[in-house]
């Protein structure tokens, strides 16, 4: 019995030693810096860490009551059809910057890309980070056929208009607040009218006081120019984190 036992111990070790995804919600990342005059880039960092073989997703596809411009930046469209997808094999960690420069799906500053370019416009625009699918639900009216059921949006940065329009919001550079976030929980950001800008506020503090710092527009500093990437924040530090060894299923 004692070396059946000993035999069985170390598979049961190996069941609870496994990988753990985890599964990201709204705040968990936020876009921090923004250009809509070529190149079109952005960045974004997590306020969470972000275990390995993480997917991300990125569109620059405007909403309305609920669902997402199917034509703007999903399909069809001539070429690669959206959304811009953002995956690293390492895992990251909270307040570690990632840029995306120029339209190149290779052209990021740790991980790896695939999907297609937004094109952000300096007439107004919109970029949410999702997880999940957004996917063609013919029930619903042309354009609106993206469906957000499958998805989990992250956060949602609007510029270069007047701000989220939930009554007449919806066409290529407006957009209402999609569903999952909001701006009165910091995950439904709105600039202002500049098209280029980047995120220049407190970087030390706790998830709750980096959200409400970037929702300020007197924390960005914006232009009708663009910015260097180097005139970016660098990193962050998130306070009040619990750290712990992340884990994943498969």
Request: net charge negative; aromatic share 10%; hydrophobic share 40%.
């Amino acid at each position: 019995m004692l070396n059946r036992f000993t035999r069985l111990l170390p598979i049961a070790v190996l069941a609870v030693s496994q990988p753990v995804h985890a599964q990201l919600k709204a705040g968990d990342v936020a876009i921090i810096a923004f250009n809509t005059d070529a190149p079109d880039d952005f960045a974004w960092m997590p306020l969470r860490d972000i275990p390995a073989e993480t997917t991300i997703m990125f569109t620059d596809s405007s909403v309305s009551n609920g669902c997402f411009r199917w034509t703007e930046h999903f399909g069809p469209l001539v070429g690669p059809c959206g959304p811009l997808v953002w995956r690293s094999h390492a895992s990251l960690k909270a307040g570690t910057v990632v840029r995306w420069e120029g339209s190149a799906l290779t052209n990021w500053s740790s991980g790896e890309g695939s999907g297609a370019p937004p094109e952000l416009s300096t007439a107004g625009d919109q970029l949410f980070a999702y997880t999940g699918d957004i996917t063609n639900n013919p029930a619903f009216p042309s354009p609106w056929k993206g469906d957000p059921a499958g998805a989990t949006l992250l956060f949602g940065l609007n510029f270069a208009n007047s701000g989220w329009d939930n009554v007449r919001g919806g066409d290529s550079s407006t957009s209402f607040v999609p569903p999952g976030l909001s701006t009165t929980a910091c995950t439904a950001v709105h600039v202002n009218s500049k098209e280029d800008g980047y995120y220049n506020g407190i970087r030390t503090g706790t998830v709750a006081q980096l959200l409400a710092a970037m929702a300020c527009p007197s924390n960005w500093v914006t232009s009708n120019a663009a910015f260097s990437s180097t005139n970016w924040p660098d990193s962050f530090l998130i306070l009040g984190l619990h750290r712990g060894t992340v884990f994943s299923l498969r």
